[in-house]
């Protein structure tokens, strides 16, 4: 459900203005209506707006060294002035690696030039030029090398890889060489130099890193501490500059919402300031009302999903609990498979017991994911892609012809059940959507703009009844059908004459038409949609079980120990696989079909913004 919110608006004397505003902040219940204009001019804004970009970026650069083995030690204590100068220490550190990472490259790639050439000292060169004679270093494809040039110039070959020659001539200072080919390229330094200043450098490197490291995992606590500081300094500006001036910029007047619950809480602070102010109960309609849902603790759980698509809006209906148990019950059907389900259930069981208090809310979830996960894989006599109601162990022959299969119904129903089921808990949501779409229109507009939205759910609903119920063999009397007709006639009469009370009766009969249109087009193409219930729960039975024939039929007639190792492997890395296929589409396709199908049938508009209270 959505928190009732009543507005006030507050005026202050500009003297007590920032005094007013900490004390706002320090009791965190009242969300600002920010102003936009003026914000963009305001310097000081700027500036943190720029600060919390660099304090994001460093914030995502200590996240890479972050390593929950690393040993803390004991006896820090984090504090907002440190992790200000942490942010200069980071900086420095992020450079000197950005300018080693630059030099490393450049060294090897000067060891590459010199290593063709060996380690030798360019002193020995220069000795030699002393006594008159000059090296000349040159590099050229085996076929371009002259044997003459050995004799005419004293060309020595140094290396040879194969298709390049390396080679020196020696001749006397000042003698021209007529060698068409490319000058070797050399480094100022030896090979020796170089391979020394890249292991000095790696250790330069090592060390920073380790410095950085240290940053990231046992102060990160005070970094974290700065960041949000510059946060609430940059929300404490921006509520700052929604206030407006009247009386020569001598009063202030500022605006805000709270939900009703807490408006005591307000009261007793502002009456104890002696700050005017004004409340009001907003109207639905109003576009700028913040939104705060408010759910039990189950339907709580289902929050990040309805945050995914859109908060609604304060005029509309908060969907959380009537989506969740649906989704709960997709998430079951797409995966299918009761072992799947064990797995997902052990995992968030273990995972609630390491994750911070902020997170175990997402492995609650997933208990009751992988929980319903379990009931469906029951049902159906799927676990670990076996499938139940084809093995031969005696202590399930008792129940195996209840399992929800193919096996056991077919000649039942004409069709698997599972198939049956998925379609007809679609038609049970499409028909639940238009229902909460009447309860929107009811309490938006009244009673009255419903009608039309009604009228459609009883007449498919009738529809379905007075074709399903013959279809089973039941004939019904005159009188019966006399009842159904006179249901199907008041339907068409709201649909076709009252779908926009007060409009023009003939506006409302075309209005009426095209609706239909979209109905009979629409509600089959939203009801098929939900086979692929049915379908992906089929698929990843099925390929659990392929793996599992592949493990014993591949395996079979090795040796013991290697029949298991390898069957074990098979099915290790084959069902991990399917898990994960299994894991996206149960969360995808049950999210397509909330934001899809029952969306539009509850007529979802959304854009709701959500209510956050300025707080530190």
């Keep these: 459900m959505i928190s009732k919110m009543l507005r006030y608006s507050f005026l202050i004397f500009h003297k007590e203005y920032d005094e007013f505003l900490l004390n706002l902040r320090n009791l965190g219940v009242v969300h600002i209506e920010e102003k936009e204009s003026g914000t963009i001019d305001s310097p000081e804004l700027q500036q943190l707006m720029q600060k919390i970009g660099?304090?994001?970026?460093?914030?995502?650069?200590?996240?890479?060294?972050?390593?929950?083995?690393?040993?803390?030690?004991?006896?820090?204590?984090?504090?907002?002035?440190?992790?200000q100068a942490i942010v200069g220490e980071v900086e420095d550190l992020r450079l000197k690696l950005e300018k080693i990472n630059q030099r490393i490259p450049q060294i090897q790639k000067e060891i590459e030039l010199m290593t063709p050439w060996g380690d030798f000292d360019f002193a020995s060169v220069d000795i030699l030029r002393d006594k008159g004679?000059?090296?000349?270093?040159?590099?050229?494809?085996?076929?371009?090398?002259?044997?003459?040039w050995e004799e005419k110039y004293n060309a020595i070959t140094v290396h040879e890889d194969g298709t390049t020659k390396y080679f020196?001539?020696?001749?006397?200072?000042?003698?021209?060489?007529?060698?068409?080919?490319?000058?070797?390229?050399?480094?100022?330094?030896?090979?020796?130099?170089?391979?020394?200043?890249?292991?000095?450098?790696?250790?330069?490197?090592?060390?920073?890193?380790?410095?950085?490291?240290?940053?990231?995992?046992?102060?990160?606590?005070?970094?974290?501490?700065?960041?949000?500081?510059?946060a609430s300094e940059m929300e404490f500006s921006k509520v700052h500059l929604s206030g407006v001036s009247y009386a020569g910029d001598k009063l202030i007047m500022l605006v805000g919402w709270i939900p009703e619950d807490k408006k005591a809480e307000l009261d007793k602070f502002l009456d104890s300031t002696g700050v005017f102010y004004e409340t009001e109960v907003p109207k639905l309609d109003e576009a700028n009302v913040p939104v705060q849902l408010k759910n039990g603790s189950f339907s709580k759980l289902f929050e990040p999903i309805t945050r995914m698509f859109s908060l609604p809006s304060y005029s509309e209906l908060d969907l959380t609990p009537f989506l969740a148990p649906f989704f709960m019950l997709f998430f079951g059907l797409c995966m299918g498979d009761g072992g799947y389900g064990l797995l997902i259930v052990l995992a968030c069981l273990y995972l609630k017991r390491k994750v911070s208090d902020d997170m175990k809310g997402y492995c609650n979830l997933g208990l009751w994911l992988g929980g319903m996960t379990i009931v469906v894989g029951i049902l159906t006599g799927a676990f670990f892609g076996i499938a139940l109601d084809s093995v031969t162990w005696e202590w399930l022959a008792g129940v195996k012809k209840y399992f929800l299969t193919e096996a056991n119904y077919k000649d039942k129903l004409g069709y698997n059940p599972m198939m049956i089921f998925a379609i007809v808990i679609g038609v049970v949501q499409i028909l639940f959507g238009m229902c909460l779409a009447a309860a929107k229109a009811t309490k938006q507009n009244g009673f009255k703009y419903s009608l039309s939205t009604i009228a459609w759910v009883v007449a498919i609903i009738s529809g379905i009844a007075y074709l399903g119920i013959p279809a089973l063999g039941v004939e019904f009397s005159a009188a019966v059908n006399y009842v159904f007709y006179v249901i199907f006639g008041l339907c068409a009469i709201l649909i076709y004459f009252y779908n926009s009370p007060g409009k023009n009766p003939i506006v409302n009969v075309g209005a009426g038409l095209w609706n239909t249109y979209?109905?009979?087009?629409?509600?089959?193409?939203?009801?098929?949609?939900?086979?692929?219930?049915?379908?992906?729960?089929?698929?990843?039975?099925?390929?659990?079980?392929?793996?599992?024939?592949?493990?014993?039929?591949?395996?079979?007639?090795?040796?013991?120990?290697v029949q298991f190792i390898g069957a074990l492997i098979i099915l290790l890395f084959g069902h991990s696989i399917n898990f994960g296929l299994c894991m996206i589409g149960s969360f995808v396709h049950p999210l397509r079909l909330t934001?899809?199908?029952?969306?539009?049938?509850?007529s979802f508009d959304g854009g709701g913004q959500e209510y956050k209270p300025f707080k530190k």
């Excluded at 949609?529 to 395996?555: C, H, K, Q």
């Excluded at 934001?595 to 509850?602: L, Q, R, S």
């Design 54 to 83: 660099e304090l994001k970026s460093l914030d995502d650069y200590l996240s890479l060294y972050v390593d929950a083995k690393y040993e803390k030690g004991s006896g820090y204590t984090p504090s907002v002035e440190r992790g």
């Design 168 to 230: 020196v001539t020696v001749t006397h200072v000042g003698e021209e060489v007529d060698i068409n080919v490319e000058k070797a390229k050399m480094s100022s330094s030896t090979l020796a130099q170089l391979n020394k200043m890249l292991e000095e450098i790696y250790q330069e490197k090592q060390q920073t890193e380790d410095a950085v490291r240290k940053l990231a995992n046992v102060e990160k606590e005070s970094f974290d501490l700065y960041s949000k500081e510059v």
């Design 518 to 561: 979209n109905m009979a087009t629409g509600l089959l193409g939203d009801t098929l949609s939900y086979i692929r219930l049915f379908a992906l729960g089929l698929t990843g039975s099925i390929l659990g079980g392929v793996f599992n024939e592949l493990a014993f039929s591949l395996t079979e007639g090795l040796p013991f120990v």
């Design 595 to 602: 934001f899809v199908e029952f969306y539009k049938n509850a």
């Design 133 to 148: 004679y000059q090296l000349n270093f040159y590099t050229c494809a085996v076929r371009e090398f002259q044997q003459e």
